[in-house]
């Protein structure tokens, strides 16, 4: 009765009778050589690394939790993203004590979405775990417009300048970059200028998604 009136569909392909399917758990599975490097257009100037395409069940995911408000979806994201810090350090990538920094948004997006979700991802990732921590440190100044449809030189343009320090992450912490997306680099450049000004010791970043 419930799922006909409220009906769940898999927020990766829509399958019915479920919010995550098996199929789409598979896709957002992270291997082990993953997360990749990549190589943006902007270079930020520190290690990029990405758990895969924006593609496919985890492009609707990440749509579905931002714009459709999906907030169950951020259980297997947040395990994602978990396993992604996860590697990095075995890998010697980062170091501890090391604490998350999400990029920064727009306060009326993070108003419509009911709250920032990659912060949201990044405090689940790393629950329970005593040397890690998530600072929301950074947002972007008033005027910044939705990046959906800028070209590489209007994105750049969009953000230069806009990308707001609020706190000062911690000291004597390494520092990483987090988002959902990475595509030119433009506001990873940015979130990690922005902090290097500051002082912080900023390693890398990790997202998501690389489109």
């Known amino acids: 009765m419930l799922d006909l009136i409220l009906p769940l569909e898999c927020g990766g392909c ?7 399917c098996a199929a789409c758990a598979s896709a957002l599975t ?8 990549v190589t943006p257009r902007n270079d930020p100037g520190v290690p990029v690394f990405a758990l895969g395409r924006y593609a496919g ?6 749509v579905a939790l931002k714009e459709r408000r999906r907030t169950d979806l951020a259980a297997p994201l947040s395990r994602a993203l978990a396993l992604g810090v996860h590697r990095l350090l075995t890998w010697g990538m980062v170091g501890l004590p090391l604490v998350l920094v999400p990029a920064p948004t727009r306060r009326s997006s993070a108003r419509r979405r009911g709250g920032d979700p990659v912060t949201r991802l990044a405090v689940a990732a790393v629950a329970g775990h005593p040397q890690l921590a998530v600072a929301p440190a950074l947002r972007m100044r008033a005027l910044v417009r939705d990046s959906v449809g800028l070209n590489s030189r209007g994105r750049e343009r969009n953000v230069a300048g806009r990308v707001l320090l609020t706190a000062h992450p911690p000291r004597g912490a390494e ?24 002082g912080a010791r900023v390693t890398g970043v990790l997202t998501l998604a690389y489109a």
């Open 30 to 37: 992270v291997a082990a050589d993953q997360p990749h490097l």
């Open 57 to 62: 069940a985890r492009r609707a995911a990440i």
């Open 175 to 198: 520092i990483l970059v987090v988002d959902d997306i990475v595509t030119t680099g433009t506001t990873a450049r940015e979130a990690v200028r922005v902090l290097q000004t500051s």
């Open 14 to 20: 829509g399958a019915p009778a479920t919010r995550w």
